[in-house]
């Protein structure tokens, strides 16, 4: 959550949308909803979802959801796609390809927990 703050401030002072906005509401989503800096682009109950990003960045990045399984067993796919423009955008992804991985590894072990709960 700290770094997670931290790139929304520094996003805030790149003049984008940083992390301010919140939900229109804390339990359901809909296509166009702003989540935090992300678009809610597509979403198909119970099993997908597409985030789009709307920090300032390099480029254009997605995070979808894709749960599988059934009410016993189940799995979630989290997948970040990032469509880099020019060669800042392609430091940018291999400068913070760990540190994402680190961040979005531990978002998704969240969502499972939250998820058994």
């Given at each position: ?8 401030f ?11 906005r ?6 359901h ?6 989540v935090d800096?992300?678009?809610?682009e ?16 390099p ?7 894709e749960?599988?399984?059934?009410e ?9 796609i ?36």
């Open positions: 959550n700290s770094i997670w703050k931290l790139r929304g520094l996003d805030l002072i790149a003049g984008g949308v940083g992390m301010r919140g939900r229109r509401d804390p339990h989503l809909r296509v166009g909803d702003v800096c992300w678009r809610v597509a979403i198909e109950r119970p099993r997908y979802l597409r985030l789009m990003v709307e920090m300032r960045l480029g254009r990045a997605w995070l979808e959801y749960v599988t399984g059934n016993s067993a189940s799995s979630i796919r989290q997948t970040i990032y469509d880099p423009v020019g060669l800042t955008g392609i430091l940018l992804w291999k400068a913070l390809f760990v540190p994402h991985r680190l961040i979005l590894s531990g978002m998704v072990r969240g969502i499972a927990a939250q998820s058994e709960k």
